[in-house]
Nanobody, 119 residues
Framework: QVQLVESGGGLVQTGGSLRLSCKVS????????IGWFRQAPGKEREFVVS????????SYADSVKGRFTISRDSAKNTVYLQMGSLKPEDTAVYYC????????????WGQGMQVTVSS
């Protein structure tokens, strides 16, 4: 059973930085592309960023380009989301999710964690 555990969320001021981590266990790390999603209060969950299973290709939502960076460490089975120049509109519950090769759906999800950016 694949499990994803997020960490690193919390409260930060506008303009600050946070690094989120997503540790993957129960499967072969290199088998999964990893995505980060977020859901703000009263809004639909939205895509933030993704990285392919060997890290060769990344995709970013326009709203975070130039401010967020995704990376993965195969030695630690962990994907990182470095968030900078944070804005109040980045406030949301952040989820990481895993997608297997050949699938378009993210089948495995973490429990989510709160990121709050104060103005």
């Amino acid at each position: 059973q694949v499990q994803l555990v997020e960490s690193g969320g919390g409260l930060v001021q506008t303009g600050g930085s946070l690094r989120l981590s997503c540790k993957v266990s129960g499967g072969t790390f290199s088998s999964y592309a990893i995505g980060w999603f977020r859901q703000a209060p009263g809004k639909e969950r939205e895509f933030v960023v993704s990285i392919t299973r060997f890290g060769g290709v990344t995709s970013y939502a326009d709203s975070v380009k130039g401010r967020f960076t995704i990376s993965r460490d195969s030695a630690k089975n962990t994907v990182y989301l470095q968030m900078g120049s944070l804005k109040p509109e980045d406030t949301a519950v952040y989820y990481c999710a895993a997608r297997t090769v050949g699938s378009s759906d993210y089948a495995y999800w973490g429990q989510g964690m709160q990121v709050t950016v104060s103005s």
